[in-house]
C-alpha cells in the first residue's frame, strides 16, 4: 500500500500550481528642445503599458491597451485584462498629471479589490534649450498560474472593457 500513497503525495505536489511574479509598467515621456534661428524647434514623446515576467519578457506590452492611453488625467483611467494568466479579471488603474505623466497606479482583482498600489517616479532632466521628462509606475504582484505565455503579438492577455 506504501507505493500507492507515494503515487498520489507525488501526483498531488505534481498538479500545485505556482504564483508567477509579474511586474507592470505604465510608462511616459516627452521632450522639447528650442532651436537655434536655422531650424525649428524638436519635440516628441512615448507612452506605453506592459507586464513583464521575473525573466524580463513581456505577457502583455500595447502602448495604447484597447487604442486608449493607458493613463488617464484626474481620477484616472481603468481597465479589465483577462486571459491565461489569471483566474478571474485583473483591473489596471492609472492616474496621470496635467501633461500625461503616471502619478499613481493601482491593480484589482475582479471585484476591484486593490492588490497592489503604487506612486509613480518622475525624472526632469534639463539639457541646455532642451527639456526632458520621464515617469513610469510599477506594481509587482503574482498570477494565478506558475507560467504566464509570452505575447507574441496575439497575446495570452486582452483588455476587455474600459
Avoid at 516628441?44 to 486608449?68: E, K, R
Avoid at 488603474?93 to 496635467?98: E, I, M, P, T, V
Avoid at 471585484?111 to 510599477?138: H, M, R, W
Wanted: glycine residues 12%; charged residues 20%; negative net charge.
Amino acid at each position: 500500500m506504501a507505493p500507492l500513497r507515494n503515487t498520489l503525495i507525488c501526483l498531488m505536489a505534481a498538479s500545485t500550481v505556482y504564483a508567477e511574479h509579474l511586474r507592470v509598467v505604465w510608462s511616459s515621456g516627452h521632450f522639447s528642445s528650442i532651436s537655434g534661428p536655422i531650424g525649428g524647434s524638436q519635440n516628441g514623446g512615448y507612452s506605453g503599458f506592459a507586464i513583464l515576467n521575473d525573466a524580463g519578457d513581456a505577457v502583455y506590452d500595447q502602448a495604447n491597451p484597447d487604442d486608449h492611453a493607458p493613463c488617464y488625467l484626474g481620477s484616472g483611467r481603468e481597465f479589465t485584462i483577462e486571459g491565461d494568466c489569471w483566474a478571474t479579471p485583473r483591473k489596471f488603474q492609472c492616474s496621470a498629471d496635467f501633461g500625461g505623466q503616471p502619478q499613481s497606479c493601482a491593480v484589482k482583482d475582479g471585484d476591484g479589490n486593490v492588490l497592489a498600489e503604487a506612486d509613480a517616479q518622475k525624472d526632469t532632466t534639463f539639457i541646455g534649450i532642451a527639456i526632458g521628462i520621464d515617469s513610469s509606475c510599477v506594481i509587482e504582484f503574482d498570477s494565478d498560474s506558475d507560467g504566464c505565455p509570452i505575447d507574441d503579438g496575439n497575446g495570452p492577455l486582452h483588455v476587455t472593457s474600459g
